[in-house]
Every structure is written in structure tokens, then in C-alpha cells.
T-cell receptor, first 113, second 115 residues
Framework: AQSVTQLGSHVSVSEGALVLLRCNYSSSVPPYLFWYVQYPNQGLQLLLKYTSAATLVKGINGFEAEFKKSETSFHLTKPSAHMSDAAEYFCAVSPTGFQKLVFGTGTRLLVSP | DGGITQSPKYLFRKEGQNVTLSCEQNLNHDAMYWYRQDPGQGLRLIYYSQIVNDFQKGDIAEGYSVSREKKESFPLTVTSAQKNPTAFYLC??????????????FGSGTRLTVV
């Protein structure tokens, strides 16, 4: 069965610092991988997705993620944090060709001035 | 613009009462999903439907029921059998793509509180 592990329920950074949110996946077949962002009392918004094309995926709001098969990782990064990046971030996985996503438990990003 | 509409945004339920959460999409998506979100637990799948008039239980279906009579609509009923219904409920939909996965589109959620 597929699963994702997000290391760190909370990550704190200063404005302008590097953002790194970790996601490791477990899948018996080549996976599709996704990062979503959730602002308070709202639904989830797709940031980016990996679908077996380029291993470095660029998303919205300056975020990007790199698929590393050898490390079974799909970490999310942003070079310079902005106050508006404060939100909860979810990593999700599904096997190729199957629609149902499995979500991680989320990481709350806190950005301080 | 196409999207998913969940209503109401806030809902209060009395003990022993059934309540229904609405989810409507105009994206022409085949599949629809209901998730429950609790602090620190991420998203847990309640029910999902890949086609009209068919649906499957997710990981925490007990105390919930759904119907899928129309492609656009996937209402969730929280029954009195659900002992701890206070949570944030999210509806999502996806294209039933063959051999690929475009991800989900989410609604803005319904916050249910037992009073």
C-alpha cells in the first residue's frame, strides 16, 4: 500500500529564509506525487505535481519539488519565504493510473518577520 | 468559472440529529471524494465515488452515508451514529484519467460542530 510521511508537524522560518518541507513516500509502483497548500478555514490548493516527466517540478508561488527515487523523497522548497507562505502543506501520493490519493498528516509552516 | 461548491460553510448539529453536507461541482469530473480533517491527523477518506450511482467506503465510513444520483452532486450525511462528528469536512473531485492522475480539486470546506 502506498503512504507518505511528512517529517515535522511544524516548521518555523524567518522571512527571506529557505523553506524546506520534507516528504517521503512508499509505493510499490511508480507514483504520482503532489503538494497541496491549505490556508485557514479553506480547502486545499494544488501547488505542484510529479507525473514521471521532469524530476524537478516547479509550482505556483515560487515553490518547487524534486523527485528522488533513490531516496523515495519529494521535498518541497522555496528559496525565500514570504509572510504569505504561512499555511499548512500536504504531500500526497497515488500509484500510476489510480485516482485515489493518500495524504500525509501535514506540515504547518510558520513565517516570522 | 468551474469549481466545487460546498455548503453550508458552518453547520451546527444537535445530539442525535442527522445533517447533510452539500457538494456540487461543474467541472465535469467523474470522481468525487469526501474527507474529514481533524487537527494533527491530516485528511482521512470517508467515501468516494468514481461513477454515478456507485460509491465505495473509505477509511472512516462508519456513521456516514452518501449518494451519487447525479454526476455533479455528492452529498454527505452525518448520521446520529457518528459519535464524534465535530470536524472540518472537505469535498474533492478529479478527472477519471486513464493512466494518469491530474490531482484533486477541493471545495472550501464545511465546519461541523456538535452543540
Amino acid at each position: 500500500a502506498q503512504s507518505v510521511t511528512q517529517l515535522g508537524s511544524h516548521v518555523s522560518v524567518s522571512e527571506g529564509a529557505l523553506v524546506l518541507l520534507r516528504c517521503n513516500y512508499s509505493s510499490s509502483v511508480p507514483p504520482y506525487l503532489f503538494w497541496y497548500v491549505q490556508y485557514p478555514n479553506q480547502g486545499l490548493q494544488l501547488l505542484l505535481k510529479y507525473t514521471s516527466a521532469a524530476t524537478l517540478v516547479k509550482g505556483i508561488n515560487g515553490f518547487e519539488a524534486e523527485f528522488k527515487k533513490s531516496e523515495t523523497s519529494f521535498h518541497l522548497t522555496k528559496p525565500s519565504a514570504h509572510m504569505s507562505d504561512a499555511a499548512e502543506y500536504f504531500c500526497a501520493v497515488s500509484p500510476t493510473g489510480f485516482q485515489k490519493l493518500v495524504f500525509g498528516t501535514g506540515t504547518r509552516l510558520l513565517v516570522s518577520p | 468559472d468551474g469549481g466545487i461548491t460546498q455548503s453550508p460553510k458552518y453547520l451546527f448539529r444537535k445530539e442525535g440529529q442527522n445533517v447533510t453536507l452539500s457538494c456540487e461541482q461543474n467541472l465535469n469530473h467523474d470522481a468525487m471524494y469526501w474527507y474529514r480533517q481533524d487537527p494533527g491527523q491530516g485528511l482521512r477518506l470517508i467515501y468516494y465515488s468514481q461513477i454515478v450511482n456507485d460509491f465505495q467506503k473509505g477509511d472512516i465510513a462508519e456513521g456516514y452515508s452518501v449518494s451519487r444520483e447525479k454526476k455533479e452532486s455528492f452529498p454527505l450525511t452525518v448520521t446520529s451514529a457518528q459519535k464524534n462528528p465535530t470536524a472540518f469536512y472537505l469535498c474533492a473531485s478529479s478527472i477519471d484519467g486513464q493512466g494518469t492522475n491530474y490531482g484533486y480539486t477541493f471545495g472550501s470546506g464545511t465546519r461541523l460542530t456538535v452543540v
